[in-house]
């Protein structure tokens, strides 16, 4: 992938989803609690989201972030019981102006998650690259921020 803006846009079915970015360090965790970027804080270091989608500025992302993962999870509020399964899904499209286009469908969640790690924007050499991952949390976001190093009481 070039250094470029990239978007990465989630269309979900079956329930309504929230999307949102973490920036990363090298060692897995945030920075600050400010490295989650999501609809009360929709902008944060070259990273913004809107709706159902995320853009990242790669050229303004700050040297010590070596990725962003972008976070799809259902809106409990909207749909208390929802899980992701066979009947709820999510892909991502990822696209560059200079023309790159992927996109992932992650096999189907069977164990009650409602977050997931959709994909993940890495640094490589000098450049970046993507990652699909599609790892579901069971545990809900408290459990996936916290893995991330985020205090949720702040």
Same mark, same amino acid.
């Given at each position: 992938?070039?250094?470029? !803006? &990239?978007? @990465?846009?989630?269309?979900? +079915?079956?329930?309504?989803? *929230?999307?949102?970015?973490?920036?990363?360090?090298?060692?897995?965790?945030?920075?600050?609690?400010?490295?989650?970027?999501?609809?009360?804080h929709p902008s944060h270091e070259g990273v913004r989201v809107g709706g159902d989608t995320?853009?990242?500025?790669?050229?303004?992302?700050p040297d010590d972030i070596a990725s962003i993962a972008i976070i799809v999870s259902i809106?409990?509020?909207?749909? !208390? &019981?929802? @899980?992701?399964?066979?009947? +709820?899904?999510?892909?991502? *499209?990822?696209?560059?102006?200079?023309?790159?286009?992927?996109?992932?469908?992650?096999?189907?969640?069977?164990?009650?998650?409602?977050?997931?790690?959709?994909?993940?924007?890495?640094?490589?050499?000098?450049?970046?690259?993507?990652?699909?991952?599609?790892?579901?949390?069971?545990?809900?976001?408290?459990?996936?921020?916290?893995?991330?190093?985020?205090?949720?009481?702040?």
């Open positions: 992938m070039a250094t470029e !803006p &990239t978007t @990465v846009r989630i269309t979900a +079915t079956g329930a309504p989803v *929230d999307v949102s970015a973490v920036l990363l360090a090298r060692n897995g965790k945030v920075r600050m609690d400010q490295d989650l970027v999501f609809y009360n995320v853009v990242a500025e790669l050229s303004l992302v809106d409990l509020d909207a749909q !208390p &019981t929802a @899980v992701f399964d066979q009947h +709820t899904l999510w892909q991502a *499209d990822i696209t560059q102006p200079s023309g790159t286009q992927l996109s992932f469908v992650p096999g189907r969640f069977s164990s009650g998650e409602t977050v997931t790690i959709a994909v993940e924007l890495y640094r490589h050499g000098t450049g970046w690259k993507a990652r699909a991952v599609g790892q579901g949390y069971d545990t809900g976001l408290a459990g996936l921020v916290t893995d991330y190093g985020i205090d949720v009481e702040a």
